[in-house]
């Protein structure tokens, strides 16, 4: 498995999808393989974000309610799986959430606390049964004023997206983080597993709760840390219970899934974090080759047996419950 410590290697931070990106690519070639991977996310953004004018999720939320507008397979792709976890979790993960993040405006200098009339009328247009999709690439937001957002979900489909990319390039190891999505390809290129930091939602950015030692997986973090203002001492943060239309409060701070593929660790960490730690370790554990860490508001930790062994605890305030 060892790949051989003269190994070429090529970091690079850049800024994308709207946060920060950071890939290590070891091998030959690998400044080449960096520069396609980021030229690849720009292609995604233009595809998927709805800060591009004339992204195709825009192009579909101004004909909601109107007409079907024809995406590319890599969109289709990403709603059908929105879709697929929408239905997983019962309405808690759903990407028609857009008027709910417009309204109160999170990450930007607009953020407020709506009124209570603002959030119904908001929540009136949320809901993904409202999506159609035909095999065609087809899709129609029937209900007119509604709105799509990519955003639990397009990173973890970035991160899957360039490993592929790599691994077509013949690249043996290889790290990924798109804004806190990492994904690795492959061990170190000494054959030792990676060491990954779980943010510690509690302290500053770099601080960490522990240290998972893994290889060739995605680890994907939610956390109420990320995006968020506070007002009165109560903090809120941007990813919603879409059926109350405030910041999911249900007990968990942060969710972290560990999965073959990002896009689905993008997913769950979002949908986990809404659903509360009950249902979400039901969730997780219906779910094959899926793992996670919950930690509670209570500083309580739970490990699911799959990398029980594989997380290392180094912040002795929290305190596991399994
Ligand atoms: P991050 O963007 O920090 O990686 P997430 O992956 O959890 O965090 O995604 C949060 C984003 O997803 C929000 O900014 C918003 O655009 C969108 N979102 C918020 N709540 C939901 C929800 N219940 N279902 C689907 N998407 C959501
Ligand atoms: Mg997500
Ligand atoms: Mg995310």
């Known amino acids: 498995?060892?790949?051989?410590?003269?190994?070429?290697?090529?970091?690079?931070?850049t800024y994308a999808m709207g946060?920060?990106?950071?890939?290590?690519?070891?091998?030959?070639?690998?400044?080449?393989?960096?520069?396609?991977?980021?030229?690849?996310?720009?292609?995604?953004e233009e595809k998927m974000s709805v800060n591009k004018e004339n992204s195709e999720v825009n192009r579909l939320n101004s004909s909601a309610g109107n007409k079907s507008e024809k995406v590319s397979k890599e969109t289709y792709y990403v709603i059908k799986k929105a879709i697929e976890y929408s239905k997983l979790s019962e309405?808690?993960?759903?990407?028609?959430?857009?008027?709910?993040?417009?309204?109160?405006?999170?990450?930007?200098?607009?953020?407020?606390?709506?009124?209570?009339?603002?959030?119904?009328?908001?929540k009136e247009l949320i809901n993904y049964k409202n999506i159609e999709i035909n095999e065609d690439g087809q899709i129609y937001l029937k209900k007119s004023g509604m709105k799509i957002d990519l955003g639990a979900i397009a990173k973890g489909y970035g991160a899957d997206e360039i490993k592929s990319m790599l691994?077509?390039?013949?690249?043996?190891?290889?790290?990924?983080?798109?804004?806190?999505?990492?994904?690795?390809?492959?061990?170190?290129t000494d054959g030792s597993p990676w060491k990954i930091g779980v943010q510690n939602p509690l302290k500053d950015k770099g601080e960490y709760l522990g240290i998972l030692t893994t290889e060739?997986?995605?680890?994907?973090?939610?956390?109420?840390?990320?995006?968020?203002?506070?007002?009165?001492?109560?903090?809120?943060?941007h990813i919603f219970d879409v059926k109350t239309g405030y910041p999911a409060d249900k007990g968990l701070i942060s969710t972290t899934i560990v999965s073959d593929k990002s896009i689905d660790g993008d997913a769950l960490s979002t949908t986990t974090y809404v659903l509360?730690?009950?249902k979400a370790i039901k969730l997780v554990e219906s779910q094959k080759g899926v793992d996670a860490i919950f930690v509670t508001k209570d500083k309580k930790i739970y490990v699911t047996s799959g990398v029980k062994d594989k997380f290392k605890l180094t912040d002795k305030e929290f305190q596991y419950v399994n």
């Open 91 to 122: 309405g808690a993960f759903d990407i028609t959430v857009e008027p709910l993040v417009k309204l109160w405006g999170i990450g930007t200098d607009k953020a407020r606390i709506p009124s209570k009339e603002e959030i119904e009328k908001a």
């Open 19 to 44: 946060t920060v990106v950071s890939l290590k690519v070891y091998g030959e070639k690998a400044e080449e393989n960096i520069e396609e991977a980021i030229k690849l996310l720009g292609n995604i």
């Open 167 to 188: 691994i077509k390039n013949g690249v043996k190891s290889a790290f990924i983080n798109i804004g806190g999505n990492v994904n690795l390809l492959g061990s170190k």
């Open 276 to 278: 509360g730690l009950e």
């Open 1 to 13: 498995k060892k790949i051989g410590k003269t190994e070429k290697e090529s970091n690079k931070q």
């Open 216 to 237: 060739d997986k995605s680890i994907v973090t939610s956390g109420n840390y990320e995006r968020y203002f506070e007002k009165d001492g109560k903090r809120y943060h």
